[in-house]
């Protein structure tokens, strides 16, 4: 038990506490209140003469902060949402892909992630699917996005005439994203809106080339048949780079053999033998990679 002198010197020490507090020279430890913002994304489109409809199916969005870490972001789509783009744009309506409450400041990357898409000619009729090379349109600027406390809305506007092309002899489809209009409004003001074709492409961060190749003109598969002795013409002229890149093409023919340039001719000279082609296309900054099983029929 405590002695009488130590319950005085308690009882004081807590008076003295308690006068402290009253007076606050002892200041209680308050809970910053984080500032949050609404940020919904909608997405819209230019639309193309050669399709019905487009449907496109959007996988994920993330906006980064402005230190631009890459392991730094929010996610904002819960799950998979599939958008007809041209019904968007004949019935002059955005559709949105989600909506999250993040902290206000100032966000420099948005990434948009397109999963797959699928089509139906005007013409035929018929139903095709598009290939997608490169799933991610990496939108990177610094201080592009400032959220605010608040309702802001960032509208993308994809111009699906000019991300649809042709390969392989008009055999198959690709989408790679081009955006024609970008824009950040906040629910009192316009943020920002930028509508300048050259300057958004310098806004996208670079794509990889989207490789094109014929054999004799003839449309490549994963194999391919060749006769030994015979000398055929690798075409890889029609390989596309959104970026507008120059571009370098190295052959690799796996028998030993290798060359440079966009079209080269080679022969096989061993017939039933199997070799492994690689064609390697640089942009200078990033590498696309094809790869066929080549058969030598003697």
């Known amino acids: 038990m405590l002695g009488d002198d130590n319950v005085k010197k308690v009882a004081i020490c807590i008076v003295v506490g308690l006068f402290l507090l009253a007076c606050g020279c002892v ?8 500032e949050t913002g609404n940020v919904e994304f909608l997405v819209t489109d230019k639309v193309t003469e050669d399709f019905d409809y487009v449907n496109v199916t959007f996988s994920e969005i993330r906006l980064f902060n402005q ?11 819960s799950e998979n949402k599939t958008v007809d783009l041209i019904s968007l744009n004949l019935s002059h309506i955005n559709e949105s892909l989600g909506v999250a409450e993040i902290e206000v400041g100032n966000y420099s990357k948005l990434w948009i992630n397109v999963s797959n898409a699928i089509g139906v000619l005007n013409e035929t009729k018929e139903t095709v699917n598009i290939s997608v090379p490169s799933g991610w349109l990496k ?14 809305t960032i509208t993308v506007d994809i111009d699906l005439e000019n ?10 489809y690709k989408f790679i994203p081009v955006i024609s209009s970008i824009e950040h409004s906040h ?11 050259s300057k958004i492409r310098n806004m996208v961060g670079n794509r990889e080339p989207a490789i094109d190749i014929l054999i004799n003109d003839g449309v490549v598969k994963n194999k391919v048949t060749l006769n030994a002795n015979e000398t055929y013409e690798f075409n890889a002229s029609g390989t596309l780079d959104l970026d507008g890149d120059e571009l370098t093409f190295s052959w690799d023919f796996g028998d030993g053999t290798n060359a440079t340039g966009a079209v080269v001719t080679h022969s096989y000279s061993d ?24 058969k030598i029929s003697s």
């Open 139 to 152: 939108i990177q600027q610094l201080h592009l996005f400032n959220i605010q406390k608040g309702n802001n």
């Open 163 to 172: 991300s649809i092309h042709m390969f392989h002899g008009g055999e198959e």
């Open 271 to 294: 017939g039933q033998k199997t070799y492994q082609l690689w064609l390697t296309v640089s942009d200078g900054q990033d590498e696309a990679k094809w790869h066929v099983t080549v």
């Open 67 to 77: 230190t631009g870490d890459n392991d730094s972001y929010i996610s904002v789509m």
């Open 187 to 197: 629910e009192k003001k316009l943020q920002f809106r930028e509508h300048n074709r």
């Open 27 to 34: 200041e209680e430890k308050e809970e910053v209140e984080v």
